[in-house]
């Protein structure tokens, strides 16, 4: 009697306890779902703020090489509707919400609203801090409401240069409500909130209207006036938001307004501000009540069979049986799994060789050509009996083939990490080696190449294969854009700095159509309908990043197009 009084005992006690167990896992577990949520969501958000940040940021520093801009703002009136029209196209091309050129005492010369009753013509914006820091060559990024329209925004600001002197300011402002738009179109949204955090504590933007331009922190009174005096929220000041922050099994939580959070924050790479991803944990201990439910339906179960198998099979021998067979079952299950890992790690493998199989096969056809172009001379070489230049012939074919099975040897090092060959060598070999590679090309094209006279003391430090498969590639671009033109020049220009190697090369096409520059570098852009893969100038970008240079390119006032690269001249300098 004694022994069944203690089994129901011990069958009454047993489920509080499991259900108390589950009850902290399923919260504990619920907890860690949201941080990984938050971590999963302010990294897919920051990526994005941060590509278009970078995007934008871009575009000043393209239009500060422009010669139509230099020109302008170095006292040429007779561009004004030229270049206001410019602007125009521009911002609504990069979808921008303003652009607009400061002279050097921050007068508005020039912009994309000048046809606008809000038009920024003729205002002064010397205040700003983006005009001042502008000249001092910094990347800048300046959050503030805008004077006229009261819109937030981030305004990124570039110099103009004209014989190594400023002479004026290009500004482009992007409204900071387009991020929180499109938030809502990327898988960030969904439980959770967002917010932009700048170094004063004040929230830029986010998802919810009453958090904007106010803070999470109480701010002090030198704190307040220096937002007051900078002028950058205008009149507005910011409203202390409310937050209590509590420790809970290891994980920070914070609640506001009644609702608990746990959050993520990660700083931006291209404006200096924090992003912070709420994800709400409120309803994490209602939400355990069908987990509840369910353990013990589960339990039920559990004893029912349980009882119904010891009365029947002997309960211990059986329950062993049981035990192995769920062991073995485990074991096949991760096998099979890791023979799907394996799989899968293997297809992935095989579709980066398939994406850069298009690329090697673009740079192989290249020295193949040259081959055969030396091939066809050899032989007439031979039928004349002119040894000697047959000999050289010979010599370069075999250089060729070396080249080949250099680019082919890439492959073989796709799976392993290597570092970059960085190393000191002629420019004017480099750029020799290339047009030796590309002449089939020029000549099918009909193109008048002028040969560089560049100094042997000219040094470039990079990696030679790569760098000359960059100037093949813009080569022979030039040379393709260039078909239909009556003049077919293809010209090099350098100029030398202290530590670096501005290198251009310039062609006499029809140029580059504007609302390609913001994809001219994107991988599978291409401007050559069918014919192109879209990948060569995103690689050529991509390899002379890794020099620590920059790859550029925009239309010449005459006609054409030029791409510039700037290098290193000297070990270790890099370019910002």
């Not at 069944?4 to 619920?30: A, E, N, Q, V, Y």
């Not at 922050?245 to 939580?253: D, G, K, L, R």
């Not at 290597?418 to 480099?430: E, F, I, T, W």
């Amino acid at each position: 009697m004694f022994s069944l009084s203690k089994r129901i005992i011990i069958t009454c006690i047993l489920p509080i306890f499991i259900l108390l167990i589950s009850f902290f896992l399923g919260r504990t577990h619920d907890i860690e779902q949201a941080n990984l949520q938050a971590e999963r969501q302010v990294t897919q958000l920051n990526n994005y703020i941060d590509t278009e940040l970078a995007r934008f940021s871009a575009i000043p520093e393209l239009l500060t090489y422009n010669e139509l801009m230099i020109s302008f703002v170095s006292g040429s009136p007779q561009h004004y509707s030229a270049i206001n029209n410019y602007l125009a196209d521009i911002q609504q091309a990069s979808g921008a919400s303003d652009i607009f050129v400061l002279d050097t005492q921050g007068d508005v010369i020039a912009s994309s609203n000048w046809q606008t009753d809000y038009t920024f013509l003729g205002s002064n914006y010397a205040f700003r801090p983006y005009f001042k820091r502008a000249f001092t060559d910094d990347k800048v990024a300046y959050f503030a409401l805008g004077i006229r329209s009261n819109k937030r925004g981030i305004y990124f600001s570039q110099a103009v240069y004209s014989d190594n002197k400023a002479i004026g300011v290009v500004v482009l402002k992007v409204n900071v409500s387009k991020f929180e738009n499109d938030r809502e179109l990327l898988n960030t949204s969904k439980g959770s909130h967002f917010y932009l955090q700048l170094p004063d504590h004040v929230i830029a933007m986010s998802d919810i209207e009453q958090w904007r331009l106010n803070s999470f922190t109480q701010l002090g009174i030198t704190a307040k006036q220096e937002i007051k005096s900078s002028r950058s929220y205008l009149d507005h000041q910011p409203i202390y938001i409310k937050q209590y922050q509590s420790q809970s099994q290891s994980t920070t939580q914070f609640k506001i307004d009644k609702q608990r959070y746990v959050s993520s924050s990660m700083k931006l790479n291209n404006f200096n501000a924090t992003m912070h991803i709420l994800v709400d944990v409120s309803k994490v201990d209602s939400a355990q009540i069908s987990r509840l439910f369910w353990v013990i339906i589960i339990y039920s179960f559990i004893i029912i069979i349980g009882y119904s198998l010891l009365a029947r099979f002997a309960g211990y021998k059986k329950l062993l049986y049981s035990r192995h067979s769920l062991e073995q079952k485990v074991i096949e299950r991760t096998q099979t799994l890791e023979k799907v890992q394996t799989a899968l790690v293997q297809s992935a493998k095989l579709a980066t060789i398939g994406q850069l199989s298009a690329g090697i096969n673009h740079e192989i056809n290249q020295p193949l050509s040259a081959i055969n172009t030396y091939l066809a001379s050899a032989k007439r070489l031979l039928a004349k009996g002119n040894y000697e230049a047959l000999s050289q012939s010979l010599v370069i074919i075999e250089g060729l083939v070396e080249r080949v099975h250099k680019i082919v040897g890439q492959l073989k090092h796709f799976s392993k990490p290597s570092g970059m060959q960085l190393r000191p060598y002629p420019l004017a070999a480099l750029v020799n080696n290339a047009l030796m590679i590309s002449s089939a090309q020029l000549k099918q094209d009909n193109v008048q190449v002028e040969p560089p006279q560049f100094d042997e003391a000219v040094i470039v430090w990079v990696d030679a294969l790569k760098f000359e498969q960059v100037l093949v590639n813009l080569i022979t671009n030039a040379s393709q854009a260039m078909n239909g033109a009556v003049e077919r020049n293809l010209t090099f220009n350098l100029e030398c700095f202290e530590e670096r190697v501005k290198f251009s090369i310039l062609d006499t096409g029809s140029g580059i159509e504007q609302h390609v520059f913001s994809h001219l570098f994107e991988p599978f852009y291409s401007t050559k309908d069918s014919k192109g893969l879209g990948l060569g100038l995103s690689i050529s970008k991509q390899i002379i990043d890794s020099f620590n240079g920059s790859l550029s390119a925009h239309n010449r006032l005459q006609g054409g197009a030029e791409f510039i690269i700037s290098l290193s001249s000297k070990q270790g300098d890099k370019h910002d």
